[in-house]
């Protein structure tokens, strides 16, 4: 099997805290990222496809495939935006484990309709302590 990694990045901002709890409660499990005027992060999102290698181009994914994908799936919804207001969040936390869910989600259906590779893995780097994986992890 051969991997191949691709690593994007996009500025925004979150709350974390549950709409199911209360301020007191929220402050309690997340401390001061619960405040409700929020933080940002520069996430670092570094996504993995594995599938045959195309005999013509030598490339699993073309880059600009991909670069196209991510784009479309995550740059243009995600970028420069309160994650709390996106869909994706309505009925969970922004945190990084449901960032990297999320992502993981819309680029697997992406890749699938658009190449003949698969989605690995993606990677959610949120500060350069905290970092998340969803998919095969080895």
């Known amino acids: 099997m051969i991997a191949v990694t691709k690593r994007y990045g996009f500025p925004a901002a979150h709350v974390l805290a549950s709409r199911e709890l209360s301020p007191e409660e929220n402050e309690a499990i997340f401390g001061p990222c619960a405040n409700p005027n929020g933080h940002g992060h520069n996430y670092g999102v570094e996504v993995t496809v594995t599938g045959p290698i195309d005999p013509d181009s030598g490339q699993v994914v073309p880059e600009a495939t991909l ?66 994986v969803v998919g095969e992890v080895k």
């Open 67 to 132: 670069d196209e994908i991510y784009q479309a799936a995550v740059a243009e919804p995600f970028s420069h935006r309160l994650l709390n207001d996106l869909e994706d969040f309505a009925t969970r936390v922004p945190t990084a484990e449901n960032i990297a869910v999320a992502i993981h989600g819309r680029l697997a259906s992406a890749v699938r309709r658009s190449t003949r590779a698969r989605l690995l893995r993606v990677r959610i780097v949120e500060t350069p302590r905290n970092s998340c």
